[in-house]
């Protein structure tokens, strides 16, 4: 296990994650400027604050972890340079290596003035986690960000884009450590084996294969969706003992679609002549295809970054998800019997309605049948019924209300498998006045 060598990657984006974030903060640059000379003493006294985001805690063995720290860096004026790259070998210390948790653990700490910025970390192309940054204060900050990495166990990226001048003199100052705790000793074989009984196929995929963008010497290995014609993705070929796939999808919303949710049609901003407002209507729906093929649909949590609406609600409690944003897990072992041919395939991204920009990458987790060279599979049954959406509104110059609906449903049934189903129905309701 020592012998083994992997890349990580750091990517931390330099560009504000709010287009309209501009206009915003040189008001709020103009007021402190005029107060800094009579306030420079007091911040010198004023120890930095912790920022944190509410989150359910990860569930611990009570074994002691082996500490193995990856990386420690600062952030400095990195825009359109490399990202960060360390030499990861898992760690040859630890006393044991059958390990029932791994957790990845980002510190960082941050003085000065500074945007708030998107940042993943990946170790050869398959991404572990996409966070966004804190917004300092000049007192300083620090914060912290816990992410169960245990899936990656057949595994185990970092670039963060940065920019520093006279006004923004935030430098972002970070360390990565991952934590290994060893398996707690069980008394028999079916509590050892309790957890692989639960989900039947067994704890952690044997192989995952990355489904991103190759490495690039001045940007993030996301890719990028900038409109809702923009189609991205990758070819890939997967072994033919498979007996379970999962894709699991990370997936951020950017400058003019980072509050899509709150964005208004299109014909109220033509009434209006608001020619810099982001429009396409409040919904949005992230498709996954195969050779084409519709396979699985994602509506993403509405994530509010660090910098998004008001600064100020999120000091010292950041807004949920945005320390450690989701990944959606696409369950397409029913697909395998077109997958197992030993031929490449083409898994692919768009979204529905999208705006400048989205990042979205994703990670394919597999399980092999240990004892079988092929595997055979034969998908039975396929049932893609097309995204129903329709919408309302009435309004009067600037002032008015919406009404969005949509629903989904996708399902497909495996010879031995069972029928997968996704559903997805909702109502969304605006207001502008």
Avoid at 169 to 192: M, Q, R
Avoid at 259 to 272: E, H, I, Q, V
Wanted: glycine share 6%.
């Amino acid at each position: 296990m020592a012998s083994t060598f992997h890349l990580l990657f750091l990517f931390l984006r330099l560009l504000p994650l709010s287009a309209t974030a501009n206009l915003h903060k040189s008001k709020i640059l103009l007021i402190s400027s005029l107060l800094s000379s009579t306030t420079t003493s007091h911040l010198n006294d004023t120890p930095p604050t912790t920022y944190f985001e509410v989150t359910k805690p990860i569930r611990l063995p009570k074994t002691q972890p082996c500490v193995h720290p990856i990386l420690h860096h600062d952030f400095g004026y990195t825009y359109g340079k490399p990202p960060v790259l360390a030499n990861y070998t898992p760690p040859c210390h630890c006393p044991s290596h059958d390990f029932s948790k791994i957790v990845l653990e980002w510190n960082a700490t941050c003085k000065g003035r500074q945007f708030d910025r998107i940042f993943g970390i990946w170790i050869d192309g398959v991404e572990l986690l996409r966070s966004c940054t804190a917004e300092p204060r000049a007192t300083g900050i620090v914060w912290s960000v816990k992410n169960d990495i245990t899936r990656y166990y057949s595994l185990l990226a970092v670039y963060l884009g940065n920019f520093v001048d006279r006004t923004y003199t935030g430098v972002y100052h970070v360390d990565i450590i991952v934590y290994y705790y060893p398996a707690e000793k069980k008394f028999n074989d079916f509590e050892s084996n309790l957890e692989n009984l639960a989900s039947g196929y067994g704890s952690w995929a044997d192989l995952i294969l990355p489904i991103s963008r190759n490495f690039r010497l001045n940007d993030g290995l996301w890719f990028e969706i900038e409109n809702s014609t923009d189609t991205e993705g990758k070819e890939i070929k997967i072994p033919q003992n498979v007996f379970r796939a999962v894709l699991e999808v990370y997936v951020s919303f950017h400058e003019s679609d980072e509050f899509w949710y709150g964005n208004p049609p299109n014909d109220y901003l033509l009434a209006n002549n608001l020619t810099d407002t982001a429009g396409n209507e409040p919904f949005r729906e992230l498709v996954v295809t195969l050779d084409g093929n519709v396979i699985g649909a994602i509506w993403s949590f509405t994530v509010v970054y660090t910098g998004g609406i008001g600064t100020l609600l999120w000091r010292p409690i950041s807004g949920i998800g945005s320390f450690d944003l989701p990944s959606y897990d696409i369950e397409i072992t029913p697909f395998l019997g077109n997958m197992l041919d030993g031929k490449t395939h083409t898994l692919q991204f768009h979204v529905t309605n999208a705006l400048n920009v989205w990042y979205i990458d994703a990670n394919l987790h597999l399980w092999l049948d240990g004892k079988n060279t092929y595997t055979e599979g034969k998908l039975l049954q396929h049932l893609v019924i097309p995204l129903g959406i329709s919408y309302s509104s009435d309004f009067k110059g600037l002032n008015g209300t919406f009404l969005t609906k949509a629903n989904r449903s996708i399902s497909s049934t495996e010879a031995q498998d069972p029928v997968l189903v996704l559903g997805l129905a909702a109502d969304g309701y605006l207001h502008l006045s």
